[in-house]
């Protein structure tokens, strides 16, 4: 074989085949009968020549051969073994980086798991690849009954190379899928945001969509920082307290039939906001079949008239600009009519109320006079430095904008002291009020968990004796006055109730309220601040037909703090009475003397 090929390059014709002729046998040596060396023959010339030319040409034949076979096994390794097969363009697509790090968990205070990303399985199919689009519909529908046949059918015949069938398959639908062996299906593997604690807490956490790109909440907001980052984001909430926060708002919607309710738990000295609840809620890997109701966020959103808890202020302010002191009070026996309107109190006393006493009765008369004789300019400027004319600067993007009276004319401060004519958020009022009871200082709303020895104080709002008027007057009122649901054995808890009318139509509804609470605890050394709101209460038999906040928000607040106050580390303490006792010998000091002036 050899000598032909060598004969085909040299085109010569084949010399005969004897073995003086083979130029290998030629140049094997012959051997030497008398024992000697045996004898080389040397090749020269045209028969050198050819022989070296085609030992040159097989050597690269074969190298050629080698180096074909080399490249397609390696081809083929890479296509069987490493290659993400079936895979559409997307997968390539995606940055390295976002398939490996994909985005960052969120955790509460305590590092337990908020959101968390996962990977998952996306099914599509290839419709040229499907045979029989009809029988492959219904047996799909069969394993994932969120898909009609009907709209399988359209997509399986529609003759495209792509399309989606469904995102983010549990485990075991894949195998299901699997399972019917149905050509032209495949897999695409992405990433998706689980929420282990369901409808717990969206309005504060958030959801994504299928890209895992934020759209609400904290995934909105920080976004770019957990798409960017392997460290989890750390929240303030205490996933604990939220879940008793939910649990008491839903028990009241169902008792008094409400159509929604909203809490906030804050740390009133850092500002941090250990727990938030909107209800209704929802399911934040279902947003799309959620209500809008059921997404809005009322505790940061929801603007409302928030009726007498903002008496505090009120106080508060006359107190800290020196307009009255705890021994004066107004003569609370005359109604105040302007215009085509007239102020009443809803209990009235028909005498003369002290300054603690006003609070304590919830007197809007009383209210009222503080309001006038404090001025609209510094009642204005009062409620600017609390935060309550401005939106809450909170880390979310559904953020309420208060609805502010223009002009602000004098019947607007005299409804405003009282609650009225004013609309703020949930999450502003509990920061306005941690500022009266914290030493006076203002408490920046956060949902990020702070280091309370790092913690920027913010700037002085009211005086600390100031401060500390209204922790005794606000103990009175739980005590003594209209928040005495409330009242919870050695937590010292103090507080405001507020009942508002809702607007309706150029007016207030009769019927449609808000009843909230807004509390602190314990009131001696006071550290939390709770709120606790109920939209639209119906009366029940057992409030002797009342909604009031007295009736339905204050019992809320005072079986969370009961609840509460261990998992925050509040140990129960003793008998508080020294914070008021005097207070009430002033109060009925002034009684006496009142009554013997009058007579």
């Known amino acids: 074989m050899i000598r032909r090929f060598i004969a085909r390059q040299l085109r010569q014709p084949l010399p005969p085949a004897r073995p003086e002729n083979d130029p290998y ?94 990977p998952t399985a996306s099914l599509y199919a290839n419709p040229q690849h499907i045979r029989n689009p009809e029988g492959a519909a219904e047996r799909l529908a069969e394993v994932l009954p969120d898909l009609s046949p009907a709209h ?10 792509f399309v989606w069938l469904q995102r983010n398959l549990t485990p075991r639908q ?32 958030g959801f994504t969509d299928v890209d895992n790109q934020g759209l609400a909440g904290i995934e909105q907001s920080f976004d770019d920082v957990l798409r960017s980052s392997a460290q989890p984001l750390q929240l303030s909430i205490d996933l ?16 008094f039939r409400a159509i929604g309710a909203a809490g906030v738990v804050m740390d009133a000295l850092t500002g941090e906001v250990v727990a938030m609840v909107s209800l209704p809620t929802y399911d934040p890997e279902k947003p799309a079949a959620a209500p809008a109701d059921a997404r809005f966020n009322r505790a940061s959103l929801g603007i409302y008239e928030m009726g007498s808890v903002f008496k505090l202020f009120t106080t508060a302010m006359a107190l800290d600009e020196g307009i009255v002191d705890l021994n004066d009070g107004y003569d609370v026996r005359q109604p105040i009519r302007v215009a085509r309107f007239t102020i009443r109190d809803y209990h009235p006393k028909n005498r003369w109320l002290s300054i603690p006493e006003i609070l304590m009765y919830s007197s ?66 509990t920061s306005a009020v941690a500022a009266m009871i914290n030493g006076g200082t203002e408490a920046r709303a956060t949902l990020l968990k702070q280091d309370p020895a790092r913690a920027d104080k913010g700037r002085r709002v ?40 809702k607007p309706s139509g150029g007016g207030y509804a009769r019927n449609s309220r808000i009843a ?8 001696d050394d006071p550290r939390y601040v709770v709120f606790a709101m109920v939209d639209e209460p119906k009366p029940t038999k057992e409030t002797f037909g009342y909604a009031t906040g007295g009736w339905v928000a204050a019992p809320v607040a005072g079986r969370l703090i009961e609840r509460i106050g261990p998992l925050l580390g509040v140990a129960p303490r003793g008998d508080d009475n020294e914070l008021i006792e005097q207070m009430l010998v002033d109060i009925e000091s002034n009684a006496e003397g009142r009554q013997l002036a009058s007579n």
């Open 25 to 118: 046998l030629r140049a094997l040596p012959k051997a030497d009968l008398s024992g000697g060396r045996p004898a080389v023959v040397r090749l020269d010339g045209a028969t050198k020549q050819a022989l070296e030319t085609g030992r040159t040409r097989l050597l690269v034949a074969a190298m050629s051969f080698t180096l074909a076979f080399a490249l397609i096994g390696g081809r083929l390794i890479d296509l069987g073994l490493m290659a993400e097969q079936h895979e559409p363009s997307l997968a390539r697509s995606l940055s390295s980086d976002a398939l490996e790090t994909g985005r960052a968990d969120i955790v509460d205070r305590n590092g337990i798991v908020l959101a968390t990303t996962m």
């Open 152 to 161: 399988l059918r359209a997509k399986l015949a529609s003759g495209r190379s």
């Open 174 to 205: 894949q195998y299901q899928v699997n399972r019917l062996g149905i050509p032209g299906l495949y897999f695409q593997r992405e990433q998706r945001r689980f929420y282990p604690h369901g409808p717990l807490l969206p309005h504060v956490v």
């Open 240 to 255: 604990r307290v939220q879940h008793v926060l939910a649990q008491e708002l839903s028990g009241a919607m169902a008792e």
């Open 364 to 429: 809007n008369i009383g209210t009222v006079h503080m309001a006038m004789d404090a001025g609209t300019p510094r009642q204005r400027d009062f409620l600017g430095r609390l935060g309550l004319l401005q939106p809450a600067g909170v880390e979310l993007s559904e953020i309420g904008q208060p609805l502010v009276p223009s002009p602000w004319r004098e019947i607007n401060t005299m409804t405003i002291s009282y609650g009225h004519g004013l609309a703020v958020s949930p999450l502003q009022l």
């Open 462 to 501: 009211i005086a600390a004796a100031t401060s500390e008027k209204m922790r005794r007057l606000m103990r009175l009122v739980v005590v003594k006055g209209t928040g005495r649901k409330a009242d919870t054995a050695g937590y010292a808890v103090g507080g405001k109730t507020g009942t508002a009318d």
């Open 516 to 523: 909230s609470f807004v509390g602190a605890f314990p009131m």
